[in-house]
């Protein structure tokens, strides 16, 4: 069956017989024809006749999908003549990056955004604050760079390091990449993450944990007790000054809050937070985590925007008006808020995360997920907004291994997000990434090579270590 050269692979190609010399297209001009409403935002059409090639589209975006398609095909010498009328299967297509453990440049933050583009993903979920680093500039509380964004030194295994490692990113730098972005259609998404996973922030304002102690920026991975006080008002104060400075910043729709991984020995024993359940009449630390990010949330779209949070957040219920992020954990919880008309984002740990090695989430794993959850109804799919792979930074010192991580896998969820199933093909995949390498290359990203992609079981069996 013939195919073409095109990642993620286009949903309705036609071929029409003949092929056309790519050489006679770099001297002639691409007609566009940009009718307003006459299909999807995303959507665009191309015709390639022996002559030359046509487009047709109903917004920028849409043009801007038909070059980055065209872009692909002419690394070929000839092009075989066909009509592709293409748009995604889900409107969300992002990819993350954690740039708190280690810190990726604003350089190599438009390598791989220019990179995602090219594969038309849509979000950059920039992760910002964590344990380990608080990395986002905030003038009103200077503190948070001050001291949140340096720690003692890094023992993520493997290279350990006595050395202080630190840096945050200015408000200019922020604004490049997010001019950057969407110079190529994409919306960057800051994250804060809250309450857990707060050591930064808690470091540079100790006074809003329960217990009032010091709080060190953490030097090794982990999930770790010290989180925000649900029951001090000052809380509030200090996360929402972050939130509305980013949100100057930030011009997309959606505002990531966290809420991932928050162990509740503190606030089961904090009086404030006793205090603040019994005011609220409930009883248990997750409904407490619920109404702390439904408080926060309730907050972010009195900035006009939308909240996300990652699943478990919502082991206690919903978070209203809040996109849910899942990633591990039970699903039935955000099921049953797909199902009951709620946003969802799928990054299914096992599948997406690009932090593992190839032995332990070989590629051929992460490209035949399915992201549509099981026991999501026909219309709760509607509410699956799409797919995204994150990339977390413990383990990758230097952008080599960055893109050694997520390169050819960012490609594979790209094609899961865009490509309706049934025109998934992953030997096609295999083959048509090893071309796209080329202008990856191009690009400054050097992927994996083909023979990692996929370990043998025995390699697999053997080889297996984490990272
Ligand atoms: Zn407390």
């Known amino acids: 069956m013939e195919r073409l050269n095109v990642i993620p692979y286009p949903n309705r190609v036609r071929f029409t ?24 935002d995303e959507a665009y059409v191309l015709e390639i006749t022996p002559e030359g090639v046509s487009a047709k589209c109903a917004t920028k975006r849409g043009m801007f ?7 692909q095909l002419v690394a070929d010498e000839e092009i075989p003549c066909c009509v592709i009328e293409d748009e995604p299967a889900f409107p969300y297509r992002g990819f993350m990056i954690d740039t708190v453990r280690h810190i990726v440049s604003v350089e190599d933050t438009k ?15 920039w992760h910002l604050t964590d344990d380990q680093g608080w990395r986002a500039q905030v003038d009103s509380r200077p503190l948070l760079c001050e001291k949140g964004s340096v720690r003692s030194g890094s023992y993520f295994g493997r290279e350990e390091s006595g050395t202080e490692y630190g840096g945050y990113f200015t408000k200019d730098e922020m604004k490049e990449i997010v001019a950057y972005a969407a110079e190529r259609f994409i919306d960057v998404i800051p994250e804060i993450d809250m309450p857990g996973h707060s050591s930064a922030l808690l470091h540079a304002y100790p006074e809003i944990t329960c217990s009032g102690k010091d709080v060190e920026v953490k030097t090794k991975q982990g999930i770790y007790s010290d989180i925000i006080c649900a029951g001090k008002d000052e809380a509030f104060s200090v996360v ?13 729709e959606y505002f990531h809050i966290g809420g991932d991984e928050v162990p509740k020995t503190e606030w089961s024993q904090c009086p404030n937070c006793k205090k603040r359940k019994a005011e609220l009449g409930i009883k248990s630390d997750n409904e407490l985590q619920r109404w702390f990010m439904q408080k926060v949330a309730d907050h972010v779209r009195e900035k006009g925007k939308t909240a996300v949070v990652w699943n478990d957040a919502v082991k206690a219920g919903e978070v209203e008006g809040a996109s849910v992020q899942f990633w591990m954990g039970r699903k039935k919880p955000t099921v049953k808020i797909a199902n009951g008309g709620g946003r969802i ?11 593992y090695n190839y032995s332990i989430t070989p590629l051929k794993k992460t490209y035949n997920y399915n992201p549509r959850l099981k026991g999501v109804t026909a219309e709760g ?7 995204e792979t ?13 893109c050694f991580l997520t390169f050819p896998r960012y490609a594979a969820v790209a094609e899961n997000g865009w490509t309706l199933q049934e025109n998934k093909d992953e030997e096609d995949f295999e083959r048509r990434f090893e071309i796209f390498t080329k202008s990856l290359r191009q690009k400054g990203i050097t992927p994996a090579d083909k023979e990692e992609w996929n370990p043998p079981l025995m390699k697999r069996f053997t080889g297996a270590r984490l990272y």
């Not at 994150?390 to 960055?402: A, C």
């Open 111 to 125: 390598k791989m955004i220019d990179a995602a583009a090219s594969l038309k993903f849509n979000a950059f979920h």
């Open 65 to 71: 999908y038909a070059q980055q398609t065209l872009i």
């Open 240 to 252: 929402f000054d972050a939130i509305d400075e980013l949100c100057d910043i930030f011009p997309g």
């Open 390 to 402: 994150p990339v977390w930074t413990e383990y990758i010192k230097d952008f080599d291994r960055l």
């Open 381 to 387: 799919l509607k509410n699956i907004a799409g797919v």
């Open 17 to 40: 017989g003949g092929t056309l010399k790519t050489e006679n297209l770099l001297t002639a001009e691409m007609p566009i024809d940009l009718v307003p409403g006459s299909m999807g």
């Open 345 to 355: 984002i799928v990054s299914d740990f096992y599948h997406y995360y690009t932090d």
